[in-house]
């Protein structure tokens, strides 16, 4: 059964930090850019990061650019997203997701219908 599995999210105060894994199952990522994506209550799916097959080029969104830092370990078939200097808007639930378009490219990396397989989110609440 292939599977996306993401953890790490919580409660944190803003100007925290959280770091969110991604770790698949059934199947290796080696050949699959992988994007990060969050949804708040009431707001759309928001693509916030892509990191292609080799980790060579990232993506980010103007809203995260400069906090987040997406990375992968290939050898454990995992993908990581850093978010430093948290803010009460970054919350929302986030999901890691696979696609094999965006191995290579990154055109149009924010648009999630270009994802073959999605997590079941993990929720990132930024509070006081």
């Known amino acids: 059964q292939l599977q996306l599995v993401e953890s790490g999210g919580g409660l944190v105060q803003p100007g925290g930090s959280l770091r969110l894994s991604c770790a698949a199952s059934?199947?290796?990522?080696?050949?699959?850019?992988i994007g990060w994506f969050r949804q708040a209550p009431v707001k759309e799916r928001e693509g916030i990061s892509r990191?292609?097959?080799?980790?060579?080029?990232?993506n980010y969104a103007d809203s995260v650019k400069g906090r987040f830092t997406i990375s992968r370990d290939n050898a454990k078939n995992t993908i990581y997203l850093q978010m430093n200097s948290l803010k009460p808007e970054d919350t929302a639930v986030y999901y890691c997701?696979?696609?094999?378009?965006?191995?290579?490219?990154?055109?149009?990396?924010?648009?999630?219908?270009?994802?073959?397989?999605w997590g079941q989110g993990t929720q990132v609440t930024v509070s006081s």
């Open positions: 997701a696979a696609s094999l378009q965006l191995a290579n490219y990154r055109s149009r990396w924010y648009d999630s219908s270009r994802y073959n397989y």
């Open positions: 990191i292609s097959a080799s980790g060579g080029s990232t």
């Open positions: 059934g199947f290796t990522l080696d050949y699959y850019g």
